[in-house]
């Protein structure tokens, strides 16, 4: 299961968000820097109105939805590439996962201590990425050292340095190394760093109730920066979610409709890092079970049947398949098979979003 990590400076919410991405996490959400120091890690449900519609056709007894992993990381301060406040447990916690969800505080509150003394979501975002340019730079060079020696002899070593030349030159400038074309083989040398500012990254744009609908100036900031790195921001109030935990689902409808939105961001949050994480889903449905099923863009089909099961892929034959669209205009699989729209596909196909499988194996 793949991990996304929030993080964020301190008293940006991070953790109220976290409560209510797993509703039943214990993280602490208290008024003071630092409440967090081990990082809480929970699994949430992927939302998809799919798998609902797809559990009604076939009349599944069971409805099971894909899930992924995120994780509560405490907040960065000013100098936590030299270790500041616990700053070097912290990067190390960065380093462990696969994408980065931003947190930016945009809501002013004087109840809510704020580490700078005031709201500046271009500042708060630039301390951060500042430290984890930083980290990646101390890596970077440390590697580079170490490189000298091998360059002599091993072509791989100079391909490895001339990678990292380049990163660094972006890093040395304020950039990220994500921001860096880079060949196959060159990403697959230097992937075992794990370079923070290599992670794809999304801005969460945490908000007040009231500029949950229309956001404010300081959302329009962060959309401004996040659309010069070519990254995508999920505008969301943790607050909203926080109460939104407490309520039942006619209460919930009421209390978004009076706020003028459908949802309080969470579920636009969890499926932007989805597709940030390059995460698809096709599904399995029958009378006993509806399932969504997680893989990578671009798997092939026995790529994909790997995934419910190693020997779906070792002994894999053709799948039968349909787009779930497709399948809910016949009306259920056997009417989709009368029709000749269920397609036999064999090891070379390529697995499309939103696709109904069923695998044929030898075991």
């Not at 939302?47 to 939805?65: F, G, H, Y």
């Not at 380093?95 to 809501?107: L, Q, T």
């Not at 970077?140 to 380049?166: I, N, P, V, Y």
Request: net charge negative; proline share 2%; glycine share 10%.
């Amino acid at each position: 299961m793949l991990k996304a990590g929030i993080v964020g400076l301190p008293n940006v919410g991070k953790s109220t968000l976290f409560n209510a991405l797993v509703a039943n996490a214990q993280a602490q959400a208290a008024n003071f820097p630092f409440c967090t120091i081990e990082p809480n890690v929970g699994t949430v449900a992927v939302p998809d109105e799919r798998l609902d519609r797809l559990t009604e056709l076939s009349k599944s007894k069971d409805t099971i939805p894909t899930r992924m992993e995120f994780v509560d990381i405490a907040g960065l301060v000013k100098g936590a590439s030299q270790g500041e406040g616990l700053g070097n447990k912290f990067l190390a916690n960065i380093r462990e996962v696969d994408a980065i969800v931003h947190v930016i505080r945009c809501f002013e509150d004087d109840d809510v201590i704020h580490v700078s003394g005031s709201v500046g979501p271009s500042r708060d975002a630039e301390v951060i990425n500042l430290e984890l340019g930083l980290a990646d730079l101390s890596q970077l060079e440390k590697r580079r050292e170490r490189l000298k020696k091998q360059m002599r002899t091993s072509k791989e070593a100079q391909l490895e340095d001339g990678a990292l030349e380049r990163i660094q030159a972006v890093l040395e400038n304020g950039g990220a190394a994500r921001s860096v074309d880079l060949s196959a083989e060159e990403a697959a040398l230097i992937k075992p760093l794990g370079l923070l500012t290599a992670k794809p990254i999304i801005y969460a744009t945490n908000v007040s109730e009231n500029d949950l609908a229309d956001g404010n100036s300081f959302c329009s900031e962060v959309t401004e920066l996040a659309a010069k790195e070519g990254a995508e921001t999920v505008r969301i109030s943790a607050q909203v979610e926080a109460e939104l935990i407490e309520l039942g689902d006619e209460e919930r409808a009421d209390y978004l409709e009076g706020l003028g939105v459908s949802e309080g961001g969470l579920q636009s949050l969890i499926q932007a890092t989805y597709r940030l994480l390059g995460l698809r889903t096709y599904f399995t449905t029958g009378e006993k079970e509806t399932r969504a099923w997680t893989f990578k863009a671009g798997m092939t089909a026995p790529q994909a049947a790997g995934v419910i099961h190693t020997d779906f892929e070792r002994g894999f034959i053709r799948a039968q398949t349909i787009g779930w669209e497709k399948l809910l205009e016949a009306g259920s699989l056997a009417e989709a098979r009368n029709k000749g729209w269920l397609r036999s596909e064999g090891k070379e196909y390529v697995v499309d979003e939103g696709d109904v499988m069923e695998f044929l194996f030898n075991v």
